[in-house]
């Protein structure tokens, strides 16, 4: 086994550097850190070689079954009689939630750094060759770089000096980019000095974390609950526990251990002769997800929506949302999962944050979302010579693109809207990336792609995009749109 793991160790670094996926010393530390977990993948796989390959290279080389069709059983008592979402009625109070997410604190960043070098990640090591200026700026940098901790810092003190917030969402991604050299006491360093800090600046807000897919190490690795040792998730989902503790309940803390997920009561006027309203929160957008798991989720959210009040998501660092349809007909607007942009600047973004306006807490709440703020810090003026940081809102959602709220059917028709009103898609194409859009504008086929993944909460669906009459053909627009994403 030694010899045969060292064989595909080397073979790994060749491909890697051949392919020019990065320099040699980058490949061999990536190639070492992933290697134990794959092979016991591999292992433990009941794949045959012919499916392995189609994974691994692709269809031509063999058939991947993993995504065929499979269902979630759900119950079998009829659905509900659906109720439409409603404006709260005058004077009813509200609820501002804080919503964070991506941090990716780098621990190696370093102000005059190469904000432009050959690496996965940059803004970290010596100073930059050229002008004064010409290196990673001190509060963060345009580039595919992550944040120093004193940006998260003051992030955190801005918030503790704004108006209250009722409560907080918080959706992981803690850690850098730097994922080919991240050891584990380096991620549990990430998890517990964030906790601490947002503790420090903004108790006594009750926060509820979600875990992101850059925590582990190796990324993404989060092996099912079934394995045991030293490479279960263990090690990881221990120190959220006792990270979290002080947010989260003892009985959501009892399924975070084993499973990386929580269920919490965060209402506390519900009637228990109406059902309970729901709120999701996730890191990965649905439509993101493998095909199976992404329609299986479609099925739930359908099925549920009179319970399901809001969903909230991170991960793809930009400002956008996901729709979702009635099963029957692809056309009745059932749900919008709000996609909310990163803290983090990777790549080209300024740092960012959202604030939501909620039904509040009184009998009857819909606690459904009200309206949305996006906030940034402009890097072009904060890291110009003796400026101070300003955290400054970016736009608000219902002002921006004059909606009369906030529901699903709103979300729908501004779809619509950025069909025919080219000013105000390229409004939003200018809020998707916080206040600073590539040089490369949003044209006919970039247009097509965005448009028909704010229409798709659930993966690979041609049928949800038809209505938009796109002149290019599905695969060709998923195509485009996949090279868009930032994680």
Known sequence: MQTSEAHIERLAVSVCTELRLARREICQDAVRLFEKDMVSAWVRSVLRPAEICGLLVGARCGHWDILSDWNVTLPGTPKPPLVPPAPPPPGAPSARLLFLTDLHWDQAYAPGSDPACKDPLCCRGGRAQGPPHAGAGYWGEYSKCDLPLHTIRNLLQHLARGPPFQLAYWTGDLPAHDVWQQSRADQLRALRTLSTLLRKYLAPLPVYPAVGNHEATPV????????????????????????????????????????????????????????????????????????????????????????????????????????????????????????????????????????????????????????????????????????????????????????????????????????????????????????????????????????????????????????????????????????????
């Open 220 to 487: 993404n690795g989060f092996p099912p609950p079934y394995v045991h040792g030293n490479q279960s998730s263990a090690w990881l989902y221990g120190a959220m526990a006792e990270a979290w503790e002080g947010w989260l309940p003892p009985e959501a803390l009892e399924t975070l251990s084993p499973g990386g997920w929580v269920g919490v009561p965060v209402c506390r006027s519900c009637s228990r002769s109406l059902p309970p309203q729901v709120h999701i929160i996730g890191h990965i957008p649905p439509a993101h997800c493998l095909r199976s798991w992404s329609w299986n989720y479609y099925r739930i959210v359908n099925r549920f929506e009179g319970t399901i009040a809001a969903q909230f998501f991170g991960h793809t660092h930009v400002d956008e949302f996901e729709m979702f349809y009635d099963e029957e007909t692809l056309s009745r607007p059932v749900s919008v999962a709000f996609v909310a942009p990163s803290v983090t600047t990777y790549i080209n973004l300024n740092p960012g944050y959202r604030v939501y306006q909620l039904d509040g807490d009184y009998p009857g709440s819909s606690h459904m979302v009200l309206d949305h703020e996006t906030f940034i810090l402009n890097l072009t003026e904060a890291n110009a010579p003796g400026a101070e940081p300003r955290w400054q809102r970016l736009y608000r959602a219902r002002q921006a693109y004059g909606l009369p709220s906030v529901f699903p059917a709103d979300w729908d028709g501004l779809l619509r809207r950025f069909q025919a009103d080219e000013r105000l898609f390229q409004q939003f194409w200018f809020f998707f990336h916080k206040g600073h859009p590539p040089r490369e504008p949003c044209r006919e086929a970039c247009k097509a792609a965005l448009l028909c993944a704010l229409r798709s909460g659930r993966s690979a669906d041609p049928s949800l995009c038809r209505t938009l009459r796109p002149r290019l053909p599905f695969a060709h627009v998923q195509a485009l749109w996949r090279q868009r994403r930032l994680c």
